[in-house]
């Protein structure tokens, strides 16, 4: 289970984000703003909320660093779809 959840781009995407954090997407959300995260929340969805919400609050270097790590994610995980 381990394995699959850290080759999935909800796995991968909390590695570039939150991997030194160690917390969970809603443990994140959950003490930072408020609200817990849906079961069905899309990948796009989940992108939309880490950009805006998490990466967007770093130094500008790390900022556009995470940015473009994010980006690759998500068109690697499209063409393999």
């Excluded at 781009?9 to 930072?32: A, C, M, P, T």
């Excluded at 899309?42 to 660093?65: G, P």
């Amino acid at each position: 289970m381990q394995d699959h959840f850290e080759e999935s781009y909800i796995g991968k995407l909390w590695y570039i984000v939150l991997g030194k954090d160690k917390r969970s997407f809603n443990e994140y959300f959950s003490e930072e703003y408020g609200f817990t995260l849906n079961d069905d929340i899309t990948d796009d969805q989940l992108s939309y909320l880490v950009i805006k919400l998490i990466v967007n609050r770093l130094n500008s270097e790390t900022e556009i660093n995470k940015l473009f790590e994010i980006r690759s994610l998500k068109e690697n995980f499209r063409k393999a779809n």
